[in-house]
Structure formats: structure tokens, C-alpha cells
């Protein structure tokens, strides 16, 4: 992956969505190697193949960024646990309408069933006044700010206490100490970006310099480097756009945790030899 800030909170959901524009659907499974099972649902490399091929695809068409082996298989993965979960709520009406729908992703199962779950996360997320005082009070300041992403929770923990020289060795071998990849240093202003990720910045302890956040499955070491003031409006002309965006982060937070909940819920299973076969 490239060190694009889109990629760091947009990844996953870019994946799910690009597997709702491919056209139609692999055709009928012969029988061959099964990478995953989740529950009664067997995941072929035939089926792996077909989406992940489409998804780059669209992901080269859009100018996105790539996508590593493994990112790819957890997020088809998301997509089967939701499609389960669509059905289980009975918005299928026959298997033939959960395959042919993958062309029109709008009215998908899944979109339904997202959609529904979004609406009923808005009805229950409050933002409070006094989230939106915290989160203007850190307005007035700019975060320089270095983020090392790793994909074992372990390692983040441990690189909490390594010293900044230790850090660098680190990075040099990044598989070997689980390191996705790297957001080099960079000035950020809350509110002022285009993703989420500068409310995770903003949420680092400043007496500490540095926490390990974990989002989109990934745990982020987001590491302080300099406070400076910044100037901004007055409270009253930023009150409703400031409690939009916490609102925001809270619906997101919340989605997560819901999909994360019906993974582990989930019987899945990996074939490592067979995915590991791949190319």
C-alpha cells in the first residue's frame, strides 16, 4: 500500500463497494481449492480470483490505491458475513436475486441492509455539548504528527516504548515487525481534511506524545512530533458543522464495531496452504 491518507480510513470500504460494480458473476463453481469457509459458504480461488481481479480493476479506473493479498481476502470476507446476515433478516427473496443484484449495487441486499443499520445507528448516536467544546478547543491547534500502521496489535504495543532511531531500524523490515505501511510526518488541522483521520491525531494524550489506536482492523502508532496555535472561527459559526463530523466519526466508529461483531460471530476458516498458494 502507497502512504495515500485515503488508503488508511477509506481501504476497506473502497473494497466493498468496488465488489458491488463488477457485472455479473464468475459462472458456475467446478469443484477445485476452497480458501475460506465462512459458515456453510465455501470461498473458492475461482471466486477469489474473479472479484479481487475486478476490484483492482475498478481501484486502477478510479486512481486508488493498491490493495495487499491479505487486505483483499478480509474484506471479501466482510462482504460474505454481511450477504449471511442480509439473508438472516430475510431481504433475499432467492439465491438467484443475491447473485444477479452484484451489477446494481444500489439495490443490493447489502445496501439495504447497510442503509438500515445506518439509520438506526443516526437515531441512536448524541453528540454532547460538551464533545463539541473538546473538539473546538483542539481546533485551535495544528498537530505535526507520524503514523507507522501495523497489522498485529503486538507490535504496536511494543513500538509505544522503542525509541525513535529503534523505530527507523523497524521500518526498514517492515514484514518482520508486522508494519503495513507508513504516513511520513505531516501537519494536520482538525476538520481540515477530507477523512477521519485527523480526529484520530487530535485524540492522542499531547502529555504522552504517542498512543496506538486501532482502526479499520489495523492498529495505528500515531506519534506527536510538535503543537503549534492555530487561528479559527468563533464557536457559534462552527457549532453544527463541528457536531456533524463528530456525529460522523461516531456513526463510523459504531458501523465498525457492528461488523467487527458479527465477524466474531462467525464461524470462519482459513485454508493458509491453499491462500498462501496464490500469486
Not at 502529555?207 to 482492523?217: A, H, L, M
Not at 500515531?222 to 472561527?233: C, F, L
Request: overall charge neutral; aromatic content about 8%.
Amino acid at each position: 500500500m502507497t502512504n495515500k491518507i485515503c488508503s488508511f480510513t477509506s481501504i476497506a470500504v473502497f473494497i466493498l463497494t468496488s465488489t458491488f460494480l463488477v457485472s455479473g458473476c464468475a459462472g458456475k463453481k467446478s469443484e477445485e481449492r476452497v480458501i475460506a469457509a465462512i459458515n456453510d459458504y465455501r470461498m473458492t480461488v475461482e471466486d477469489f480470483n474473479y472479484e479481487s481481479n475486478e476490484i483492482l480493476n475498478v481501484s486502477r479506473m478510479l486512481g486508488e490505491i493498491p490493495v495487499t493479498k491479505k487486505e483483499m481476502l478480509d474484506a471479501l470476507i466482510t462482504k460474505e458475513v454481511l450477504i449471511q446476515e442480509a439473508a438472516r433478516e430475510n431481504l433475499d427473496k432467492e439465491k438467484n436475486f443475491m447473485r444477479s443484484i452484484e451489477l446494481y449495487w444500489e439495490q443490493t441486499l447489502l445496501k439495504d441492509l447497510l442503509a438500515g443499520k445506518s439509520e438506526e445507528i443516526a437515531k441512536k448516536t448524541v453528540v454532547y455539548e460538551d464533545e463539541i467544546n473538546r473538539y473546538y478547543n483542539k481546533m485551535k491547534n495544528k498537530i505535526r504528527a507520524k503514523i507507522i500502521v501495523f497489522s498485529d496489535g503486538k507490535y504496536a504495543e511494543k513500538a509505544i516504548g522503542e525509541k525513535g532511531d529503534t523505530l527507523g531500524l523497524w521500518e526498514k523490515e517492515p514484514q518482520k515487525f508486522a508494519i503495513s505501511y507508513v504516513i511520513p510526518s505531516k501537519l494536520y488541522v482538525l476538520g481540515e481534511g477530507q477523512s477521519p483521520l485527523e480526529y484520530y491525531v487530535f485524540s492522542v494524550n499531547t502529555d504522552k506524545g504517542k498512543d496506538v489506536i486501532k482502526i479499520n482492523g489495523k492498529w495505528a502508532l500515531i506519534i506527536i512530533e510538535e503543537i503549534a496555535p492555530n487561528e479559527v472561527k468563533q464557536l457559534v459559526s462552527l457549532r453544527d458543522e463541528i457536531e456533524r463530523r463528530i456525529r460522523a466519526v461516531k456513526g463510523k466508529e459504531a458501523m465498525d464495531q457492528w461488523i467487527e461483531t458479527l465477524h466474531s460471530k462467525t464461524r470462519i476458516k482459513i485454508d493458509e496452504k491453499v491462500f498462501n498458494s496464490l500469486n
